[in-house]
C-alpha cells in the first residue's frame, strides 16, 4: 500500500547544546560534531533511497545548517545528481520557499523554512545557561526549581500556543500533501514533541530524551486520515517505522 511518509528530525548539535544553553528562538550554529552528525543522516538517507519530495525546515540557524549539511551527506553519495547546497538561496529566510534542489534524477525536492518549526520561545531565558538565569532571576528560578507545576515565564510562549503551532503544521502536513510522498521535516526537540503528540492523537505531551539528529519515521494513509469508525484502530493504515532512533550514527565517519 501506498501512504505519506512522514520523517521527523531534531537538528545537529548545536554550539549553545554543549554549552547548555536554553537557545529557545535565538540560535548558534552547529558544532563539528554537529556537522558531521547531519552529513552522516544524508548519507544514511540516500544509501536507503528515502529521497524526500519535500523538506522543511524551522528558520532558525542550528535547523538550517543541518539542513546544508544533510544535502552535502546526500550529494557525497550521489554526486551525480545533486546540486550543492551552496546554490540554495534564501536559506536564512523564515516562512517562504527557500528553493528547490534535485537529489535524484527526474525529481525536483522543494525546501519550505517554516515559523511554526522553531523552537519553544522561552521568554526571558532565552539564549542563558541555568546559572545565567539563576544569577538574573533568582526568585522565578528558585519556583521553577521546587514545585513540577508548569509556570509561566515572562514574555515566554504559552503552552497552548506552542500546542497550536503544532496542530498547525500536522494539518498543513496532512492536507497539502498525499500518499506517494515523502515528507523529511528538520526542527527541535520541545516542538516536535508537540508535534508527535498531536500525530499520535495524544491529549498530552510526552517527555522523550532526544538526541541530535534523532529521526521518528511515521507512514499513514493520508486518504483515511480524516475518517471515523474501525479504520482509525487499523494498525496497517499508521505505521511507525522508526522512533528517537539514531542509526546513521552508527555508520564509519
Not at 544524508?42 to 536507503?48: E, S, V
Not at 551552496?86 to 527557500?98: D, I, Q, V
Not at 514545585?147 to 503544532?166: C, H, K, M, V, Y
Request: hydrophobic letters at 35%; one cysteine or more.
Amino acid at each position: 500500500m501506498t501512504v505519506l511518509k512522514l520523517l521527523l528530525i531534531r537538528h545537529g548539535q548545536s554550539v549553545g547544546n554543549i554549552e547548555g544553553r536554553m537557545e529557545g528562538t535565538s540560535s548558534t550554529g552547529l558544532t563539528p560534531l554537529g556537522e558531521q552528525q547531519s552529513r552522516q543522516l544524508g548519507q544514511h538517507l540516500a544509501d536507503r533511497d528515502w529521497h524526500p519530495t519535500h523538506l522543511y525546515c524551522s528558520p532558525l540557524a542550528r535547523a538550517t545548517a543541518t539542513l546544508t549539511w544533510l544535502i552535502s551527506g546526500f550529494k557525497e553519495v550521489r554526486p551525480a545528481h545533486c546540486e550543492s547546497p551552496a546554490k540554495l538561496p534564501h536559506l536564512s529566510g523564515a516562512g517562504e520557499r527557500a528553493g528547490q534542489i534535485t537529489l535524484v534524477p527526474g525529481q525536483t525536492t522543494a525546501i519550505d523554512l517554516c515559523d511554526d518549526l522553531t523552537e519553544y520561545d522561552s521568554g526571558i531565558f532565552t539564549g542563558l545557561t541555568w546559572a545565567e538565569a539563576s544569577q538574573r532571576h533568582p526568585d522565578l528560578c528558585h519556583r521553577l526549581e521546587t514545585s513540577l507545576d508548569w509556570l509561566p515565564i515572562p514574555q515566554a510562549e504559552t503552552l497552548d500556543a506552542g500546542r497550536a503551532r503544532a496542530q498547525r503544521v500536522v494539518d498543513h502536513l496532512i492536507d497539502s500533501h498525499r500518499n506517494g510522498d515523502r515528507i523529511l521535516v528538520i526542527s527541535h526537540q520541545w516542538i516536535l514533541q508537540q508535534i508527535i503528540a498531536r500525530l499520535l492523537g495524544c491529549d498530552r505531551a510526552w517527555g522523550l530524551p532526544m538526541a541530535n539528529t534523532a529521526c521518528f519515521e511515521f507512514g499513514l494513509d493520508r486518504d483515511r486520515w480524516l475518517q471515523s469508525g474501525p479504520n482509525r484502530l487499523n494498525t496497517e493504515l499508521w505505521r511507525i517505522q522508526q522512533f528517537n532512533t539514531t542509526p546513521h550514527l552508527q555508520r564509519p565517519r
